[in-house]
């Protein structure tokens, strides 16, 4: 998904440039952090196994 796409599957005021940057911001540090993969630029993802449920049991996310 883009960002664009993540704000708007949030609710997010896409009509405004500033909580679309915002979103790709918050969708930056989550693949810093490996909850999401930056499949190319600008695109993102669920990771298939995130930091949280390493570790904890779950079954890694298909």
Do not use: W
Request: proline share 3%; charged share 25%.
């Amino acid at each position: 998904m883009t960002a664009r796409e993540l704000a708007l599957a949030m609710g997010e005021d896409v009509s405004r440039p500033a909580r679309v940057e915002t979103t790709r911001g918050q969708a930056k540090r989550l693949a810093e952090e490996g909850s999401v993969v930056e499949v190319s630029t600008g695109l993102f993802a669920i990771a298939r196994e995130t930091a949280r449920t390493a570790g904890e049991g779950a079954a890694p996310a298909a």
